[in-house]
C-alpha cells in the first residue's frame, strides 16, 4: 500500500512539480501507457483539484502527506469506475512508476555512499533517470546510445560543477571507479 502510495504521489508530482512534465505531457504519458483518454483526463482532473495542496508539499511534508493520501483515494475510486482495460493499464502505469522510483532510490543511495550530498545524489539521480527512456529504446544502437550517453554525461557533469567542491570530489571518485568497473567487466567478458 505504502509503495502504492508513492507511485501514485509520483503522479501528483508529475503533473505539478515545477521542474517536471506539465499535465499535458502527463496525460500524453499515461494515454502511451495504454489508459484512454478519458480516464487520463479524469486522473488529471482529480490532481488539478490538489494543486494548491501539492505546492504547499514542497515546505510542508505532512501537508504534502496528507494532500498524496486524499488524492490517492481519489483516484483509487475514480479508476474502479472506469474499463478493465483503463484498470490494468492504470495498475502497469502505476507499477512502472515504482520501478523508475526504486531504480532513482538505488542509483541516490550509491552515490550518497561514495560520499556525495544527499541533494547533489539527488540531482544526478534526477538526471539520469531522465536518460533512462531514451537508453531503452535505442537497445541494440551503439552509436545512438554513445550520443545520448555524450548528453547524459555532460548535463551531469554542468550540474556537479554547481554543487560544493567535496561533492565535485566525491563524484569524480565516483565516476573513476564506475570506469575501472565497466573495464573490469568487459575484459572478464572477452576472456
Do not use: N
Request: negative net charge; aromatic residues 8%; contains cysteine.
Amino acid at each position: 500500500m505504502c509503495k502504492l502510495l508513492i507511485a501514485v504521489a509520483c503522479i501528483a508530482a508529475v503533473v505539478y512539480a515545477g521542474h517536471m512534465p506539465t499535465a499535458e505531457e502527463a496525460k500524453a504519458e499515461m494515454i502511451a501507457a495504454g489508459i484512454s483518454e478519458t480516464a487520463a483526463a479524469g486522473i488529471i482532473s482529480i490532481a488539478d483539484k490538489y494543486k494548491s495542496q501539492f505546492e504547499q508539499a514542497k515546505s510542508d511534508h505532512e501537508a504534502g502527506k496528507s494532500a498524496f493520501q486524499a488524492f490517492h483515494s481519489e483516484v483509487e475510486t475514480y479508476i474502479q469506475t472506469q474499463s478493465a482495460a483503463d484498470q490494468a493499464a492504470y495498475k502497469a502505469f502505476v507499477e512502472k512508476k515504482k520501478a523508475q522510483h526504486q531504480g532513482q532510490d538505488q542509483m541516490k543511495a550509491e552515490l550518497v555512499a561514495a560520499g556525495i550530498s544527499d541533494a547533489a545524489s539527488a540531482g544526478i539521480a534526477k538526471i539520469g533517470e531522465s536518460y533512462k527512456s531514451q537508453f531503452e529504446s535505442l537497445k541494440g544502437d551503439r552509436e545512438a546510445a554513445k550520443a545520448v550517453f555524450d548528453k547524459l554525461k555532460t548535463e551531469t557533469d554542468t550540474y556537479i560543477a554547481t554543487q560544493s567542491e567535496a561533492d565535485q570530489t566525491a563524484y569524480k571518485a565516483f565516476v573513476e571507479k564506475k570506469k575501472d568497473e565497466f573495464k573490469a567487466h568487459k575484459e572478464a567478458a572477452s576472456a
